[in-house]
């Protein structure tokens, strides 16, 4: 039986990245706000008992990741955008068991009204 997921998290909410994601034309050119959650699984244990930042995960790497991952793009889908940040938080944090990273476009350019659109990926280390 694999071993259950730790219940501690770290969490980024609503961070905010200008970039030019997207299918259309548009959006390349002109850009547009993106909103992100990240939330970590993860065990506190080590970095309360030491009270060293080296040993947790830092909200602000968090956010320098998504930042340096965004701005590698552009991507025409902000799936990939999804994906390849979680996949380098658990490649640079070794501590987290688990990352969700939701995308959200307020803006996307679509005829409807809508708070916004997104998607969702969750992924998990493996072994």
Known sequence: MADPLPADRVFVHDLRLRARHGVLPEETVLGQTFH??????????????????????SYADLCAIAAEISDAGPYKLIETLAERIAFAVLERFPAVASVRVQVRKPGAPIDAHFGHVGVEVTRARRG
């Open 36 to 57: 992100l959650d990240i939330d970590c699984r993860t065990s506190h244990a080590k970095a309360a008992a030491s009270d060293a930042i080296d040993d947790a995960v």
